[in-house]
Antibody, heavy 120, light 107 residues
């Protein structure tokens, strides 16, 4: 069965970077884009961008363009999201999600979420 | 960015009720709209895609309708497991955007 297993919770200081991983299993990793979505406490989800695991190509939301880097290691079917220059308002649950396909890219499977807390 | 506005923000209902949640887009998104259900501490779960298509495994009491800028999620015959928060999401244009959510509470 399809699974996206994310790395654990992180506590970071303002100005630091965080790297969250998303291990995919149960399907062909290179076929489906991986998206990253974050959700601050009590807020709706916020889309950050996607990575094409086949080519490594990326598309970032303009809001995060200068601070986010999405990568992948296809040999271990894992995607990564690194966010730099962290601020207190980056405190959120970070999810990876798979899109169903390029023609109808809704999110059909999600990871369990990785809590990132930014605090001095 | 396309703004997604859901109403109501909170909805109180009883088991067996029929309820509807509305989602409005700030510009036309054709039918590129998904509905998700989220329970506390869990990731969102897909219910409806392309405005009205039911995801495999989702009970048929969930249905979606609409196109352009106005969309509706309807739950017919509420079950105890349905009390959760619901989000709409447009995937017509980048950045993909979500509504602020509708919390469905037990009356």
């Amino acid at each position: 069965q399809v699974q996206l297993l994310q790395s654990g919770a992180e506590v970071k200081s303002p100005g630091a970077s965080v790297k969250v991983s998303c291990k995919a299993s149960g399907y062909t990793f290179t076929v489906h884009y991986i998206h990253w979505v974050r959700q601050a406490p009590g807020q709706g989800p916020e889309w950050m961008g996607w990575i094409n695991p086949n080519t490594g190509g990326t598309n970032y939301a303009q809001k995060f363009e200068d601070r986010v880097t999405m990568t992948r290691d296809s040999s271990i079917t894992t995607a990564y999201m690194e966010l730099s220059r962290l601020r207190s308002d980056d405190t959120a649950l970070y999810y990876c999600a798979r899109d169903q396909d390029a023609y109808d890219p809704y999110f059909d499977y999600w990871g369990q979420g990785s809590l990132v807390t930014v605090s001095s | 960015d396309i703004q997604m506005t859901q109403s109501p923000s909170t909805l109180s209902a009883s088991v067996g009720d029929r309820v509807s949640i509305t989602c409005r887009a700030s510009q036309s998104i054709s039918t590129w709209l998904a509905w998700y259900q989220q329970k506390p501490g869990k990731a969102p779960k897909i219910l409806i895609y392309k405005a009205s298509s039911l995801e495999s495994g989702v009970p048929s009491r969930f249905s979606g309708s609409g196109s352009g800028t106005e969309f509706t999620l309807t739950i017919s015959g509420l079950q105890p497991d349905d009390f959760a928060t619901y989000y709409c999401q447009q995937y017509d244009d980048y950045p993909y955007t979500f509504g602020q959510g509708t919390k469905l509470e037990i009356k």
